[in-house]
């Protein structure tokens, strides 16, 4: 069994940054992809970023590419999510999901471990 906590989230203004990170406990981590998802109020969870266990290979949703980055500490069984110029479209409930592989995946059903999420409210 793996646990999952997401920290960072918060309010801030258009154009600021936030880092969210996850950690996560139960297993080594070093041996499974993990990603960040969000939930806006009526919407669908949808993919943001995903990273393979070993950190080499990562990959954005559209929306988010070029202003996020998604990275891992594998030592510290411990993933982040730095978000740069934040637009309102932003506001979400950010996860954090651990799948039972090494290949990083796009898709909400191949994630088996999922955090609380946490809140992040972007003002114009």
């Known amino acids: 069994q793996v646990q999952v906590g997401e920290s960072g989230g918060g309010l801030v203004q258009a154009k600021g940054s936030l880092r969210l990170s996850c950690a996560a406990s139960?297993?080594?981590?070093?041996?499974?992809?993990m990603g960040w998802f969000r939930q806006a109020p009526g919407k669908e969870r949808e993919f943001v970023a995903t990273?393979?266990?070993?950190?080499?290979?990562?990959y954005y949703a559209d929306s988010v590419k070029g202003r996020f980055t998604i990275s891992r500490d594998n030592g510290k069984n411990t993933m982040y999510l730095q978000m740069n110029s934040l637009k309102p479209e932003d506001t979400a409930v950010y996860y954090c999901?651990?799948?039972?592989?090494?290949?990083?995946?796009?898709?909400?059903?191949?994630?088996?471990?999922w955090g609380q999420g946490t809140q992040v409210t972007v003002s114009s």
């Open positions: 999901a651990v799948r039972s592989g090494s290949t990083p995946r796009t898709t909400v059903r191949d994630y088996d471990y």
């Open positions: 990273i393979s266990s070993s950190g080499r290979s990562t």
């Open positions: 139960g297993r080594t981590l070093g041996l499974y992809a």
